[in-house]
């Protein structure tokens, strides 16, 4: 899964991508490098991030996913708003990336009347409120359980098993030691038989893994990214979503052939 952000305020790439041009640009261009799905989003979640308004984020995505789609290029949603997956998805969007797990009331709801998959994300707190101080009495009991519980209400809705893929939510209200747990305790969510997503890409906790108390600058960060992402391949993870498309093509090809 190739990471489209259409934001002006993106923590990886500066906003980049944040014209339609430039985002179909980089979409064909993850896709040479082989990319399966493009994930397309128009609101920030890093840490410390502010709610996008409904207009503005639709404003953002919409046009890019209606383009990408309209070239046969496979399209995820990234969303928390029930009105932008329901016109992305009308625009030709496959998968709904919900990072709030159902936190619109009208969600699910939309999700149950449709045909397309849907990953529900592990996210403890807001963006804006995440890292202030992570806790948890057990991190892998509790983002299981959550996860669980977000996919039982979703088939209880309608929602086909079958459509629903989950994702622990790396750095979404984790410390480096609570990431740590979830990556060394993967099996246990892969043998929940839902398929597993992994999104670790440049993100800031993987400075921990590098032995750095700062955040290491975003170029410095892809061989932690790379290492966690044979770890969870290893153990069973269906899909990885990442910036680095080639590099994580090429391990991900690796490993496949370690047999």
């Not at 993100?203 to 700062?214: I, V």
Request: one cysteine or more.
């Amino acid at each position: 899964m190739g990471v489209l952000n259409v934001t002006p305020d993106s923590f990886s790439d500066g906003g980049r991508y944040a014209t339609l041009d430039a985002a179909l640009a980089r979409a064909e261009a993850m896709m040479s490098e082989g990319a399966d799905i493009i994930d397309v989003g128009g609101e920030s979640t890093r840490p410390g991030a502010e709610p996008v308004p409904l207009a503005e984020e639709l404003r953002r995505a919409i046009p890019v996913v209606e383009t990408l789609a309209g070239r046969g290029i496979p399209v995820s949603i990234d969303t928390r708003k029930a009105e932008v997956a329901r016109q992305a998805v009308r625009a030709g969007a496959r998968m709904v990336n919900d990072v709030s797990a159902l936190g619109d009331p009208e969600m699910l709801p939309y999700l149950a009347t449709t045909e397309v998959s849907v990953c529900l994300m592990h996210m403890k707190g807001t963006p804006e409120t995440m890292q202030l101080n992570p806790d948890y009495a057990d991190v892998v009991k509790e983002v299981r359980a959550a996860l669980l519980a977000a996919a039982r209400r979703a088939e209880g809705a309608g929602v086909a098993r079958k459509r629903i893929w989950l994702d622990p939510g790396f750095g979404f209200g984790k410390s480096v030691r609570h990431n740590m747990a979830l990556l060394a305790h993967l099996p246990e969510l892969v043998a929940t038989g839902y398929p597993i997503l992994l999104g670790v890409s440049r993100k800031s906790t993987l400075g921990g893994l590098l032995g750095k108390t700062e955040p290491a600058p975003i170029e410095a960060r892809q061989p932690a990214a790379l290492a966690f992402q044979a770890v969870a391949q290893a153990a069973g993870v269906r899909m990885i979503r990442t910036h680095d498309v080639a590099e994580t093509r090429r391990v991900v090809e690796l490993l496949a052939r370690r047999d």
